[in-house]
């Protein structure tokens, strides 16, 4: 099992650019998040989805935008980059609801210039 | 309240010494309390959890106290090696809720 994958790992994008992070699972996991991650800040929730067809905004959702088509993949959507974009993007998943352990992808650092 | 405030935002620790990571958290229908860990470049990972049913939890080097009337936790980790340099979050969950909350993270050095 590769577990989560993203891509790309790094990207630099210029302010207005729109570009899509990648995310895919082969766990058979229903559940799947995408994070941010800036300095002293922790981890913020953008969007995440409970199933295929199924997604729902978290903590910071502005500026982003997510579909679920199969299980097994969640991409991130990002339409006219700002340097407030500029963060480490993660994606997990998860079995279910309920006290289950959240598998993290490797990351996607983006830079917005 | 959904928020969980983690202290210290770094700590350094000498090898062999006791790190000692704290959380508390406002919402008393959080019943769930993950802590993970994350390596540079990397993705965070599972660290070890607690349940509120319990005051302690030990695996191996890595013991969580959970002190539930003063809605705090911590994370303790004996014997501290360079191996544990990392970046710890703590985390909560009520049952049901398919999100976590995540504290802000502590940068661990271990320092020989």
């Known amino acids: 099992n590769a577990g989560v994958t993203q891509t790309p790992k790094f990207r630099i994008l210029k302010i207005g650019q729109s570009m899509t992070l990648q995310c895919a699972q082969d766990?058979?996991?229903?559940?799947m998040y995408w994070y941010r991650q800036d300095p002293g800040m922790g981890l913020k929730l953008i969007y995440y989805?409970?199933?295929?067809?199924?997604?729902d905004k978290g903590e910071v959702p502005n500026g982003y935008n997510v579909s679920r088509s199969t299980t097994e993949d969640f991409p991130l959507r990002l339409e006219l980059a700002a340097p407030s974009q500029t963060s480490v993007y993660f994606c997990?998943?998860?079995?279910?609801?309920?006290?289950?352990?959240?598998?993290f992808g490797p990351g996607t650092r983006l830079l917005v210039l | 309240q959904q928020q969980v405030k983690q202290s210290p935002q770094s700590l350094i620790v000498q090898k062999g010494g006791i790190s000692i990571i704290n959380c508390a958290y406002e919402n008393t229908a959080f019943d769930y309390f993950p802590w993970y860990q994350q390596f540079p470049g990397k993705g965070p990972a599972l660290l070890i959890a607690?349940?509120?049913?319990?005051s302690e939890k030990k695996e191996g080097r890595f013991t969580i106290s959970f002190n539930k009337s003063a809605k705090q936790f911590s994370l303790h980790i004996m014997d501290s090696q360079p191996g544990d340099s990392a970046t710890y979050f703590c985390a909560a969950q009520s049952f049901g809720n398919e999100k976590l909350t995540f504290g802000t993270g502590t940068r661990l050095t271990i320092i020989p």
């Open positions: 989805s409970v199933g295929a067809g199924i997604t």
């Open positions: 607690i349940r509120p049913d319990v």
């Open positions: 997990a998943s998860s079995p279910g609801t309920g006290f289950w352990t959240q598998y």
């Open positions: 766990m058979n996991h229903n559940y």
